[in-house]
């Protein structure tokens, strides 16, 4: 492979990158939200909504870094909204349909659950879109 | 005897005052007459004198032949030449020059008839064409009147006098069997001819109808195909939006698990950390009918979790939940706080 060739794949390869991330983050982070919602007893979220706490304060120190670093390439974020987890948890809900896997069996009852709750409750949706606007603004930063 | 008729012929003399002209024409026919008497006079003397000859030389000829031992009178009689070739040319000719004449005269009388017929048919094209001019002109003029009264009138009773008043004129145009009155009403040809035209006119609804059908079907079959054709654009549209979004659920599914790992890891304290093993949780009943809606009663701020009637699935009620929503089938149970009254209906 000569020098030039790897020049080219540098030059093009960073925003290539950077795209892939920047076109795929929403999907990373949809994930690891559902993953963390997922794994909050519910009576604890209830408190939470009830308490008005920020989920945000909830996660390390170190790994708001590194959420931050992930999401770092991401400029727009304005698909983060309270709507778009709703619709990521009923679609999580629809592919777990069906199975027999104990472990997503599990996780399909907490999501079940959970968006439920936040499907009833005006008070957990409200502050559902309130986490979100804080996320995003600290991803921003 | 001769003189008495040419005398009867030529009349009697007249003996009255005449011109001097008319007198020597007298004398002249006088002496004409004399003239020819005379003449007539001699003539029946040689004749006499000739019969007397004649019937001296029979009885000498009787005497003749009862003397057998007489003479014997010979002779001939010069009949003269006849050409019956010739006369039959002649007769032939004759015959041809009359039949060309006759042809001649044939053809004359043929020409005057095609031209006294063209004549009559531009006559009556005329007097047809007069005649729908002034029908067409009379309905006009009844129709406007009609117009102007309705506009004029609004009365319901006048404007059926002017219906009346029309009526005769459609009649005449033939867009109502009038009874033919032949004092009045269009002679036979016009008759024929507006007859005519309605056949005609059937003939070309009918074709009109046949042309409609024709193409009502032809739109049908193009409205077929198109239809076929859209059904068939949207199959393949719909076939590769879903092929596009199962890639992109893969890969959205792929780039998500690898976030679930991300955070899964981010939660775990213990990089590495056991796999512990847990009971799996009960197996959901299978999905039942949707049974009756019952509402949940619970008291005011309460809060909890029920089984969805229908999925079994968990739900959560907060604190302020009116309608519990499960979210995996979408049943919908009502909660109804006990210091609430229970709505009606």
């Known amino acids: 492979m000569s020098p030039n060739l790897l020049d080219k794949i540098k030059v093009y390869g960073s925003p290539f990158m950077k795209s892939l991330v920047s076109a795929g983050a929403p999907s990373v982070l949809r994930g690891l939200i559902i993953e963390y919602l997922g794994d909050i007893d519910i009576q604890l979220l209830q408190g939470y909504v009830e308490s008005d706490t920020s989920l945000w304060s909830l996660i390390d120190i170190d790994n708001q870094a590194k959420l931050k670093n992930l999401c770092s390439n991401i400029k727009d974020k304005t698909w983060l909204t309270a709507e778009w987890l709703m619709d990521s948890g009923q679609q999580r809900i629809s592919r777990l349909q069906g199975s027999d896997n104990p472990q997503k069996m599990r996780e399909k009852l907490k999501l079940c659950a959970l968006m439920s709750y936040f499907i009833g409750s005006r008070k957990a949706i409200a502050w559902l879109e309130k986490q979100t606007v804080i996320i995003k603004s600290e991803l921003s930063q | ?109 043929e020409t005057r008839v095609v031209e006294t017929e063209k004549k009559y048919s531009e006559m009556r094209y005329e007097a047809l064409k007069d005649l729908f001019t002034k029908t067409n002109e009379e309905l006009t003029r009844k129709i406007e009147e009609t117009r102007k009264g309705a506009n004029n009138d609004s009365d319901i009773a006048s404007l059926f006098t002017k219906l009346e008043t029309i009526t005769p004129v459609l009649e005449k145009m033939g867009y109502s069997k009038a009874p033919a009155t032949p004092s009045s009403g269009p002679s036979e040809q016009v008759l024929i001819m507006l007859k005519k035209m309605d056949i005609d006119n059937a003939r070309a609804e009918r074709e009109f109808q046949w042309k409609m059908r024709i193409d009502d079907k032809e739109a ?119 210091n609430e009254p229970e709505p009606t209906g």
């Open chain 2, 1 to 109: 005897m001769a003189t008495k008729e040419w005398i009867a012929a030529l009349g009697q003399r007249r003996d009255t005052s005449k011109s001097t002209d008319s007198l020597l024409a007298d004398k002249v026919s006088e002496r004409e007459r004399k003239r020819i008497e005379q003449q007539e006079e001699v003539e029946e003397l040689k004749h006499k004198a000739e019969v007397a000859k004649l019937k001296e030389e029979a009885s000498k000829a009787e005497i003749k032949t009862d003397n057998p031992s007489g003479f014997q009178v010979k002779g001939s009689i010069d009949m003269g030449n006849f050409n019956i070739m010739e006369e039959r040319k002649r007769a032939e000719d004759m015959a041809n020059e009359a039949i060309g004449r006759v042809e001649e005269e044939k053809k004359a009388l």
């Open chain 2, 220 to 338: 049908a079959r193009l409205a077929k195909k198109d239809e076929m054709e859209m059904s068939y654009k949207a199959q393949e549209l719909k076939d590769k939006k879903e092929a596009a979004l199962a890639n992109r659920n893969m890969l959205g599914d792929g780039l998500e698990t690898i976030g679930r790992a991300i955070g899964s890891a981010m939660k775990d304290a213990t990089p590495g950390g056991e796999i512990e093993e847990q009971a799996p949780p009960p197996r959901p009943a299978p999905r039942q009918p949707a049974p009756k809606v019952k509402p949940i009663l619970a008291g005011v701020g309460e809060a909890g979790q029920i089984a969805c009637p229908s999925c079994q699935e968990p739900i959560v009620i907060g604190a302020d939940t009116e309608v519990a929503t499960c979210a995996n089938c979408g049943f919908k149970t009502p909660v109804i706080r006990e």
